[in-house]
């Protein structure tokens, strides 16, 4: 059974840009969710989706955004890029909201 | 804000017995145990959760104790790729429970030849 996929794995872009972020779930999962990985900050919940619809957002400025298509896969987008949004954004995949996770391998973005 | 503790850094021989330590003294009673671990530069891993009874895979065996406010992750045999970042996170199962997981700063185990 594949895993969470997410694409592209590596990205840089410019101060001011945006970018978009696709992840895959895990075939027949439902709920999918997104978290930034910074040194400073560690591992912090961006938003979660569940049948296309956001149930859960974390504390993050509005030009973070994401969705989920019908076939349960998702995209995030960040607007106007700054510096600190350099990190690796995670995709995490359940069958449930309320079940196990299992994560991607990231995409780590770096912003210049 | 995370609502767990962990010791920041352990080490182990290779081939013994882990033993992972975790405070979760404000545990409500639909609030389950949850384990991962993160590997450098990888997506954390699912190993194991559990709400009050013992619990084991094959991966790690999670040990709950009576009043729920500690846990103890065992990896029975530890090996060098067990090397890796563990998080100890609690998290709702049911109703109106939420998806996010609330990581903290883990657990890192350093597995030694």
């Known amino acids: 059974k594949a895993g969470v996929t997410q694409t592209p794995r590596y990205l840089i872009k410019t101060r001011g840009q945006q970018v978009t972020l696709s992840c895959s779930p895990i075939?027949?999962?439902?709920?999918v969710s997104w978290y930034q990985q910074t040194p400073g900050q560690g591992l912090q919940f961006l938003f979660e989706?569940?049948?296309?619809?956001?149930?859960n957002k974390g504390n993050f400025p509005g030009r973070f955004s994401g969705r989920q298509f019908s076939n349960s896969r998702s995209e995030m987008n960040v607007s106007t890029l700054e510096l600190g949004d350099s990190a690796l954004y995670l995709c995490?995949?359940?069958?449930?909201?309320?079940?196990?996770?299992?994560f991607g391998q990231g995409t780590r973005l770096t912003v210049v | 804000d995370a609502k767990t503790t962990q010791p920041t850094s352990m080490d182990c021989a290779e081939g013994r017995a882990a033993n992972l330590p975790c405070n979760h003294s404000?545990?409500?009673?639909?609030?389950?145990v949850y384990w991962y671990r993160q590997i450098h530069s990888q997506g954390p891993q699912y190993i194991i959760h559990g709400l009050k009874n013992n619990e084991t895979n094959e991966m790690a065996s999670l040990i709950i104790t009576e009043d729920r406010k500690s846990s103890t992750l065992i990896l029975p045999h530890a090996t060098l790729r067990d090397t890796a970042v563990y998080y100890c996170?609690?998290?709702?199962?049911?109703?109106?429970?939420?998806?996010?997981?609330?990581f903290g700063k883990g657990t890192k185990l350093s597995v030694k030849p």
């Open positions: 989706y569940f049948s296309e619809t956001q149930r």
């Open positions: 996170i609690v998290r709702e199962n049911y109703g109106g429970s939420q998806g996010n997981l609330i």
């Open positions: 075939s027949g999962h439902r709920s």
């Open positions: 404000t545990i409500s009673g639909n609030e389950y």
């Open positions: 995490a995949s359940s069958l449930w909201w309320n079940t196990e996770a299992f």
